[in-house]
C-alpha cells in the first residue's frame, strides 16, 4: 500500500498476557519509530530503528518492553505481562533517512489492558 | 534536553476567525518543526515543516507557520477558519544530530463555532 499500515486496529488483552503490534512501512523509508499515546497525552516517542544500526531504544518505558525490525520492512512491538497503564494507541511512522522531510503515520493500533 | 510547549490546551474560534496556535521549543542546535493535524478519529496528518530553508512555511488546507529563532517559536496561523478545521493539533521538533525522533507537544485542540 501508499501509507504505513498498522494491525490490529484495536486490541483488547487480559493484564498479565502479551501482545504484539505489528507495523508496515512505506517502501523505501528505512527510518522507522514507535510512540504512544495516552488518552488526552500528547504522543510519547518509544524506539526508532534507523537501517542497520542498532536501535535507539531510550524511550521504551520498561523492560517488558521490547521491539524487532526486519531489515528496513516489517516492525513488531512486544509488550510482555500487560499493565492496565499500558492501555494507549500506540503509533507507528516510518520516514525517509533521518526524517527531515517528516514522518508518516500509521493509523495506529488501539490497545485496551482490562 | 529539548522540549516543545503548546500553550492552551483547547482553543476555540469562530468561523472566519484567524487561528493562532502556539508552540515554543528549546533545542541546543537547529532543529527541524513539524505541525501534524489528528481529525477525530484518524491518524496523524503532516501539516507543514521547518527544514532550515525559508522561515515562513505553507502547508496544506491554508496553514502557514514562521520559524522565529529569536523567539525559539514555531506559531501555526490560518487567516480564516473553517469549520473543517476542528481538530487536534501537535507541534513536534525533531532535535538534530544522530536522533532521528519527534519530540511532540501535548496537543491543542481547536474547536470551531459557527
Known amino acids: 500500500g501508499a501509507g504505513v499500515s498498522q494491525s490490529p486496529s484495536n486490541k483488547v488483552t487480559e493484564k498479565g498476557k502479551d501482545v504484539e503490534l505489528r507495523c508496515d512501512p512505506i517502501s523505501g523509508h528505512t527510518a522507522l519509530y514507535w510512540y504512544r499515546q495516552r488518552l488526552g497525552q500528547g504522543l510519547e516517542f518509544l524506539i526508532y530503528f534507523q537501517g542497520n544500526s542498532a536501535p535507539d531504544k531510550s524511550g521504551l518505558p520498561s523492560d517488558r518492553f521490547s521491539a524487532e525490525r526486519t531489515g528496513e520492512s516489517v516492525s513488531t512491538l512486544t509488550i510482555q505481562r500487560t499493565q492496565q497503564e499500558d492501555s494507549a494507541v500506540y503509533l507507528c511512522a516510518s520516514s525517509l533517512a533521518m526524517g527531515g522531510q517528516g514522518q508518516f503515520f500509521g493509523p495506529g493500533t488501539r490497545l485496551t489492558v482490562l | 534536553a529539548q522540549s516543545v510547549t503548546q500553550l492552551g490546551s483547547h482553543v476555540s474560534v469562530s468561523e472566519g476567525a484567524l487561528v493562532l496556535l502556539r508552540c515554543n521549543y528549546s533545542s541546543s542546535v537547529p532543529p527541524y518543526l513539524f505541525w501534524y493535524v489528528q481529525y477525530p478519529n484518524q491518524g496523524l496528518q503532516l501539516l507543514l515543516k521547518?527544514?532550515?530553508?525559508?522561515?515562513l512555511v505553507k502547508g496544506i488546507n491554508g496553514f502557514e507557520a514562521e520559524f522565529k529563532k529569536s523567539e525559539t517559536s514555531f506559531h501555526l496561523t490560518k487567516p480564516s477558519a473553517h469549520m473543517s478545521d476542528a481538530a487536534e493539533y501537535f507541534c513536534?521538533?525533531?532535535?538534530?544530530?544522530?536522533?532521528?525522533?519527534?519530540?511532540f507537544g501535548k496537543g491543542t485542540k481547536l474547536s470551531v463555532k459557527p
Open positions: 521547518y527544514t532550515s530553508a525559508a522561515t
Open positions: 513536534a521538533v525533531r532535535p538534530g544530530g544522530s536522533q532521528g525522533n519527534l519530540i
